[in-house]
């Protein structure tokens, strides 16, 4: 590996294979486009070839001008050719570090490094890519640069030093606290959640637009087809169902295969999974500010939850860097927060309700607009002279529309427990979030006008981690400057 | 419980909401006029309905909500905290710890520049936390501005 004076780092040389590749696949439908087009036409010039020495010469510049280092306490990534691009991050910035390789990355050893920072959610450095080993002691050096001993090397603030230089052996091992580590039969859980079956819906989507296509030629798709059209409604709606939730299962292992959770003895968590792609996310210990349990219903009515942190500097445009937990069993995710926020009252402690206004305001959110849409069902009949099953579904909605309410109002809750501020809400989605007392940096009051009128309030914790800010729906005005008082005390003595 | 903020803003903040409600008035006329013209059916009834139930509503807007907002207006800052209320229809009061404060800016719209006000943004780690106050008048913009950037620099820490 060469290595200037000025300790400049070059991405990997394997790089410019995989460079090539991905061009590839990204160009994949042009490249197709362009070869039906050829099988209509006589022309024998294969001018498309030209294109490929330009794209490895366009790896290669790449590869040339891309560099890194860490020096003078931040990491400096400086690429472009024509126009020179440096992004440069202070190294007590860095929050999350994420490895993710590909299965042609894996083929040849190669991980991309994403390194995420505090402020905003688009500072981040990409490194594409590193070998392995390289991005795990990059990873390593990074993140425990507090540590001298875990990395055997003076904290990266002062002369500029190589990562080669970090011992070859990846950082010990044997003390790190193995949390989680998944069980196959957690599948069953994959097409309960609303995420797997909007993924496994997408797919049918574009899988039935795909196959309306071929299947006037193709007599196997056409028999298909008439096939399907033959079965009853319910036959359809069980072979919807079976197909989605096969979808959903392939999803879940796709991205939680070998998932597992790991703590090191400075407290940073580390998870592990995918099965094609393989991803691998540590989140600095000092960066997270609590924990959200989710039970959407699906889960909630099987016994499951899963388990999210919330912290800052999260890529939130790579979905799922966040899990702590894949769906599973409830009494494996609740011992696992707890041993992540030992605070008992927190995690599954009961909770103060928010009283009949909250209840009536749950209510009426729900039922009203299932109103207007059972009266807009009945005028149907009425006036267009729909079909008089439709009716069946009045009763439906509205009885549905009650049980919604009713159960987003079970979900209300709050309280302070002496780490944490707890928040619970929501039926379809519901989330419970621990939310630490110090990672609080700054309070909002929300009343709309019928909020007011009854007296309730929406009391909003921003923070810097997660989702920016986590709300205490519908509490009492009262309660709501209770709590911020009990919570920050300092802060309401001056106008109190 | 919690008591309102000391300070109301200048009292100027009354005219500058109602020209800024004027201003939406004045593209809602321009489509009334647009719409005038191209129309080419003879009956113009639906003109005048559409437009005066415009007219009424955005009347009571520009007359109201200017009185409605500079009562809720509020705020005030200490050593240790900046505290605000806002809103008119939907209300809400902000309280953020000065050592969790990044930055501080003073901005001047065209129409506030016109009235010599100014508002202040404070804002911290937090992307859901800025608090704003708006309609101040100019120096005492400056002089919270000072205060502010004062109370900030003296923290340390990254304020997350």
Redesign the interface.
Known sequence: MSEDTDGWRRLDARMLLVHPLETLIRFLPALLAVVLFRSGSDANDRWELYAIPLIVAFGVLRWLTTRYRIADGQIELRRGLFTKQTTTARL??VRTIDLTARVYHRLLGLAKVEVST???HHDRLVLDALGVDAGRRLRAELLHRLDPAVTGLPAPTGAPMAVEDVPREAPPRVDDELLLRLDPTWIRYAPLTVTGLASAAAIVGFATQGFSRFSQERSVFRDGASLVSRLSWWADVLLLLGIVSLLAVGAYVLTFWGFRLTRNRLGTLHTRRGLLTSRETSIDAA?VRGIRLDEPLGLRLAGARRLKVVT?GLLREQGGSDWLCPPAPADVVTPLALRIRPDEAAVSGPLTPHGPAAQRRRLTRAVVPATLVAAALVAARLLWDWHGSLLVLVPLILVGAVALGQDRYRALGHTVTPGHLVSRHGSLDRQRIVLDRDGI?????????FQ?RVGVATL?A????G???YDVVDVPL?QA?AV?AHV?P???A??? | ???E?AHRVSRRAVLMWTIQALVVLAVLLAGQVVWWLVDDSPSRSLHWIVGAVWLVAGAAYAVAMPQWRYRVHRW?A?S??I?TQSGW?????????LS?VQTVDLERGPVAQLLGLASVTVT??????P?TIHGLDLPVAHELVDALTAAAVAETG???
């Open positions: 007590d910035k505090a402020g905003g960066r800052s940096i700054g309070w909002k009051v929300e009343q709309s006008f007011r909003v921003t923070t810097a981690a989702a920016q800010h009262e400057y911020l920050s300092e802060l309401l001056d106008f109190a | 419980m919690l008591r903020p005030e200490t240790r905290a505290y229809l939907r209300q809400e009061r902000r309280i953020a710890p969790r911290t780690a937090s992307a859901a936390g608090v990254d304020a997350t």
